[in-house]
């Protein structure tokens, strides 16, 4: 199975910036649509960014506009680029591997103080 595994989270105060990454265990990575998840506590969990095999990105409204998602095939790894974090932000974050199967990492917390 597809291991992965999360880095990069912690506490940020309001309007700072946090870069997330992903590293995938699978050589076969590229033939993987790559996503960023979050959950509060209480909350359901949401669709952050999505990135295609092709390089096709999409983002949900929540944090549109401020945050990038990339891929570098060569390292097995997707990253999210975060900017001008809001306290309601604040929320575990997870990596999602989807193809046939779906895989998660074991998530990152990012913490945003106001």
């Known amino acids: 199975q597809v291991q992965l595994v999360e880095s990069g989270g912690g506490l940020v105060q309001a309007g700072g910036s946090l870069r997330l990454s992903c590293a995938a265990s699978?050589?076969?990575?590229?033939?993987?649509?790559m996503n960023w998840y979050r959950q509060a506590p209480g909350k359901q969990r949401e669709l952050v960014a999505g990135?295609?095999?092709?390089?096709?990105?999409n983002y949900a409204d929540p944090m549109k506009g401020r945050c990038t998602i990339s891929r570098d095939n060569a390292k097995n790894t997707v990253y999210l680029e975060m900017n001008n974090l809001k306290p309601e932000d604040t929320a575990v974050y997870y990596c999602n591997a989807k193809s046939r199967n779906d895989y998660w990492g074991q998530g990152t917390q990012v913490t945003v103080s106001s």
């Open positions: 990135i295609t095999t092709g390089g096709r990105t």
């Open positions: 699978t050589i076969m990575f590229s033939i993987y649509h």
